[in-house]
């Protein structure tokens, strides 16, 4: 599979950012065999599974140039190193409690000399900047993420949601929904992107 896939659904990206999305095979094939980031199933279906998975999140929301985004337990760089890709000129932080997921993270960013990019060893829970949204995917339950991330949001919102959480989930959310007892909107990506994996995915909005 190529980065074909992307074009098909974000037709207005660039020449320039198709040449940047089209290396990431060779960079994740390459870091993923000296450290685990992506299973190793998955990693012929990069495109579809990761890069067009992690920028389901642009079908709900354009990051507007200026601003900042956390993207929290990145591990490799999902959603944030495509979303970084996508956006050039919004600013992503994105934080691990593993050390060695954040040395993946700077080594793509350098190579395809992503600037908007900051990796960082963190808990989420200690960083203590503020952001206008924070991204994730595949973390923890709703209930457990919130706390971690409850007043990071800068109070004033300039995007078409208030600032606030932007998470990548799937299967039947119904209960843990209603265990973090949030107020939580849901976009099914299956009304965005017709490939099968995507029949169960959602992208989670919760006000910050
Ligand atoms: C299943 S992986 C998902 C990685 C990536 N988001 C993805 O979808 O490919 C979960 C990641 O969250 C990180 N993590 C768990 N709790 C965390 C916390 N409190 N702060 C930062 N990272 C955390 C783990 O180290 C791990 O890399």
Do not use: C
Request: proline content about 4%; cysteine-free.
């Amino acid at each position: 599979m190529t980065s074909d896939i992307l074009l098909k659904y974000f037709p207005e990206i660039t020449p320039a950012q198709q040449a940047q999305f089209g290396r990431l095979q060779e960079l994740y094939t390459l870091w993923n065999s000296q450290i685990n980031v992506i299973s190793r199933k998955d990693i012929d279906l990069l495109y579809e599974r990761h890069v067009l998975h992690s920028l389901g999140i642009a079908k709900v929301m354009a990051f507007l140039p200026g601003e900042n985004v956390l993207d929290v337990g990145t591990g490799g760089g999902f959603p944030g190193i495509p979303l970084a890709m996508l956006f050039p000129d919004t600013n992503f932080h994105l934080v691990d409690s593993i050390g060695k997921k954040i040395k993946v993270v700077n080594e793509v960013a350098a190579a395809l000399g992503l600037n908007n990019v900051k990796a960082t060893h963190a808990r989420a829970e200690e960083i203590k900047q503020q952001f206008d949204f924070v991204v994730s995917r595949a973390v923890t339950q709703l209930k457990d993420f919130y706390p971690w991330v409850k007043g990071k949001f800068s109070k004033k919102s300039n995007n078409i949601l208030p600032n606030g959480i932007l998470y990548l989930k799937g299967g039947d959310l119904t209960q843990e929904i209603a265990d973090a007892g949030l107020a939580v909107q849901q976009y099914h990506l299956k009304n965005y992107f017709e490939e099968e994996f995507f029949e169960t995915k959602q992208v989670i909005y919760v006000k910050g």
